[in-house]
């Protein structure tokens, strides 16, 4: 076999280790330049809108039909400023300044209301020092905290009306239900009130409450009655999964020593009961959190990829190394992460064998990067973004999978808004050294907005006057 033909042959980490990497200043100038790709697509076709559907360049509202938020916008605003894009940032602060409002007659999500927009404001705020994004990400956060005010437990609703505070969804999951603590305490620290961390804190501490004997945690939980509706536990899987990266963000972040405890205590328990070795590889299933036994469901997501890194800065550095490699380890089969797959077998899951341009794999490599400067991470996350581009990249941009079995692999017809805010600005991160970001010293949120360690001046972006000199 000539070299050329082995390279091909090998697994995707050791061929992007096999053939010369670029430069990291050459990746960086690839990796920026796909972004500004993906970047052009949206403001060509869904300029405004949440989200761009690339494809057939038409717009899509995430939260509310026929109402966009400018998701999107908000989302990419960390992004620009740690790329030195700042016309482009620019030109997201002059859009929010005349649209931004949250005096909607809709309903959203609390929890990616949370995630998204109030972390994505607040950092726009960081990388700005416009006031206005900061009111922003305040005026939302006092239109989402009915999910919590309401409850008769704390433990807050899934659904707000943004305008009449009317709230629904009595049976919400962990990752709903903690992800929150990091935008609700920033912004108490940044507005001098209280009540957004205190809403956030309470919540924890009544779920936590009702773990078992063996200190596991059902994955369900209803609100009014404060109990568990089901007994799996399911953790670090969806939908627990960001409530663990937010009590160790809690502490790391935060300072806060109950959310280190209680970290502590549930990663101890999950390692024991759910942590499962096959082949050499590191997985969790899932078990029955009264009993701790396995309930047979042998499925892992991508989304729970995010957990090695947690593991990691949470102290168990050789735990979360192997778990990044098991997730290794079937990108190399598949050269993506399906979003769901059988950890036995690796066997696709039939009934979600797509990739939603997931971040969760690269987010592992770019904190454990940071951790630890083994190479590994940077080959991995290299051949990652080469797959991203084999794969999603589509004329205007990139597009999620419906299918990795299929040859070619199926695109589909969307680039989620997050993909903003994650995947490129990790991969850019790991090899650009930038003046804008402190890689010693950051925290990043479960959406990959910079919550600690932006660097640097804020961009300034004067007012566009008319000819009549109003602004
Ligand atoms: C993002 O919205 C966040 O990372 C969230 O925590 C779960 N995953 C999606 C993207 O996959």
């Known amino acids: 076999m000539g070299a050329l033909a082995a390279a091909a042959a090998a697994p995707l980490g050791a061929r992007a280790a096999t053939q010369a ?128 005010s309401k409850s008769p437990t704390g433990v807050p609703y899934r659904f707000v009306n943004l305008r009449t505070g009317a709230v629904r969804g009595a049976v919400t999951n962990l990752a709903e239900a903690g992800s929150n603590i990091l935008e609700f305490a920033d912004l108490s620290r940044l507005t001098g009130d209280p009540k957004y961390r205190d809403a956030s804190k309470r919540a924890y501490r009544a779920v936590i409450e009702k773990r078992s004997a063996l200190d596991l945690l059902g994955t369900y939980f209803d609100v009014e009655k404060g109990v568990f509706t089901q007994n799996d536990d399911v953790a670090p899987n969806p939908p627990a999964d960001s409530f663990y990266e937010y009590l160790w963000g809690g502490w790391a972040m935060l300072g806060d020593s109950d959310c280190r405890d209680w970290y502590r205590m549930l990663t101890g328990a999950l390692l024991k009961y759910a942590s499962v070795r096959v082949d050499g590889n590191l997985w969790f299933q899932a078990v029955d959190y009264t009993t701790g036994r396995p309930t047979g ?32 380890a079937v990108a190399e089969k598949y050269e993506l992460i399906p979003e769901t797959f059988d950890f036995t077998t690796f066997a696709v899951d039939p009934n979600d064998p797509g990739f939603e341009l997931r971040p969760e794999y690269p987010n592992a490599a770019f904190d454990l990067w940071f951790l630890t400067r083994d190479p590994k991470y940077r080959t991995t996350a290299y051949a990652h973004f080469l797959a991203l581009q084999k794969h999603c990249r589509v004329p205007n941009g990139y597009t999620v999978l419906t299918d990795i079995r299929t040859t070619p692999m199926t695109q589909g017809d969307l680039f989620p808004a997050y993909a903003f805010s994650e995947n490129f600005k990790y991969l850019y991160l790991m090899f650009a050294g930038s003046l804008r970001f402190d890689g010693g010293g950051y925290y990043l949120n479960t959406e990959g907005k910079v919550m600690r360690g932006l660097r640097g001046n804020p961009v300034r972006v004067p007012p566009v006057y008319s000819r009549t000199g109003t602004g």
Request: with cysteine; glycine share 8%; proline share 4%.
């Open 21 to 148: 990497m670029p430069s990291p200043k050459a990746i960086v100038a690839l990796v920026r330049a796909e972004y500004l790709h993906a970047w052009n697509g949206y403001k060509r076709f869904a300029w405004g809108h949440d989200e761009v559907r690339p494809v057939s360049g038409t717009p899509h509202d995430f939260f509310i039909p026929g109402h966009s938020l400018g998701l999107s916008i908000i989302e990419s605003m960390d992004t620009h400023y740690v790329m030195g894009l700042d016309a482009e940032l620019a030109s997201c602060v002059r859009w929010l300044r005349t649209n931004l409002t949250f005096d909607v007659d809709g309903e959203v999500e609390m929890f990616e209301a949370v995630i998204r927009m109030v972390a994505g404001l607040t950092t726009g705020y960081y990388a700005t020092g416009e006031r206005f994004l900061l009111e922003g990400a305040r005026d939302l956060a006092d239109r989402l905290l009915p999910c919590f």
């Open 297 to 328: 469901d042998r499925s892992q997501s991508e989304l729970a990829a995010f957990y090695a890194e947690v593991l990691a800065k949470g102290g168990e550095r050789s735990m979360g190394a192997a778990y990044y490699d098991s997730f290794t």
